[in-house]
């Protein structure tokens, strides 16, 4: 039986994903989707790529993610399922490329400066 590991990354998370041809269960983290993204908005996003190109319940799929917020976590998963599913069949990889699921969102936060208060918000200034 043949695994593809791939990883995806979001913001400060990453996700590596171990996908199978099987009965269509998701597990992240050692816990099954519903109990580690409780918000229907986030399981969505992890299943996009597969509702896509019309494969939903046909690969078991393992994700390990790290680091990061909720929201990234899915976003990054979303990425990592998005390459598995082309290193299955080629031909998906137009229909993901057009949504944006094989770009890498480069959009993270700015880093705090010296003399600053936070990444670009300056000290209250006085003139006298």
């Known amino acids: 039986m043949e695994v593809i590991n791939k990883i995806g990354r979001r913001k400060t998370s ?22 580690y993204f409780p918000f229907d908005l986030h399981q969505i996003v992890v299943k996009q790529p597969l509702a896509l190109v ?11 993610v790290d ?5 990234g ?4 998963a979303r990425m990592a399922i998005s390459r598995a ?10 229909a993901l490329k057009k949504e944006g699921f094989l ?10 400066k010296p003399g ?10 006085s003139k006298r």
């Open 73 to 76: 976590q899915a976003e990054a």
């Open 85 to 94: 599913l082309c290193e299955f069949d080629e031909e998906h990889r137009g």
């Open 67 to 71: 680091g990061g917020g909720i929201k």
């Open 14 to 35: 990453v996700a590596r994903v171990y996908m199978t041809p099987g009965k269509g269960e998701i597990s992240v983290n050692n816990r099954s989707l519903e109990v």
């Open 103 to 112: 770009t890498r969102d480069p959009r993270m936060v700015e880093r705090k």
């Open 116 to 125: 600053r208060r936070k990444a670009r918000r300056k000290f209250q200034f």
């Open 54 to 64: 019309g494969v939903d319940g046909n690969y078991d799929i393992k994700i390990n």
